[in-house]
């Protein structure tokens, strides 16, 4: 995320991730995975990244949150649940290590639906653009070093890992810039919706 230029002063800023999120099951296996990947090569970011797959990442200001809920409420409201398939290890050379997510598609899709609802409203500004995650995947390891990145792909481009869940509803997660820990803001169910009705919550 790029440093954050030409606020408002006296208005606060808030880094948001809208995330899938697996059941408590499939999540306790991600993490076992993510904690020996931290112990093994010294990563920081395995350890206490959460595991989710992540739709878009944005910056805005605080009091633009409550418009952005009912627009991310707005496409939730039309969204059918949808089965997540996670497999095996891919990689972002030199610097992430990744669970793949095979069902591509039903997310690529939500996330065109967000990009087409949502794009400016959380838009912060020209050097702060929402970026949505055309490619999706659940992180192991990030801003790896060059010797953890190479170490730990030559053992996890070998590995198998195979997981699966029903995404049936997306996490908007936020915290002040550059602080802590995210909290949860907002959770959307999908409830396939026929359109009509869609469309005229929007008027309501």
Request: hydrophobic share 40%; net charge positive; proline share 5%.
């Amino acid at each position: 995320m790029k440093t954050i230029i030409n606020t408002i002063p006296g208005y606060r800023v808030y880094e948001y991730l809208l995330v899938l999120s697996p059941h408590e099951e499939l999540w306790n296996k991600i993490v076992k995975v993510k904690d020996d990947f931290a112990e093994k090569y010294k990563s920081d970011h395995a350890r206490w990244g959460k595991p989710h797959v992540i739709l878009v990442n944005f910056v805005q200001y605080g009091q633009t949150e409550e418009r952005i809920i009912n627009r991310l409420n707005t496409v939730a409201m039309g969204q059918y649940p949808f089965k997540a398939e996670l497999k095996d290890f891919g990689s972002f050379p030199s610097h992430t290590i990744y669970i793949n997510v095979l069902s591509k598609l039903p997310v690529q899709n939500l996330i065109k639906q967000l990009r087409s609802e949502g794009q400016r409203l959380m838009k912060l500004n020209d050097d702060n653009k929402p970026h949505f995650n055309m490619e999706p995947h659940l992180i192991i390891g990030r801003k790896l070093l060059p010797w953890q990145y190479e170490k730990s792909w030559q053992e996890y481009s070998h590995k198998s890992f195979t997981g699966r869940f029903i995404a049936d509803a997306m996490l908007l997660l936020k915290r002040p810039v550059g602080e802590g820990k995210y909290q949860i803001a907002k959770r959307f169910e999908f409830q396939n919706l026929p359109v009509a009705i869609k469309q005229g919550e929007l008027f309501v």
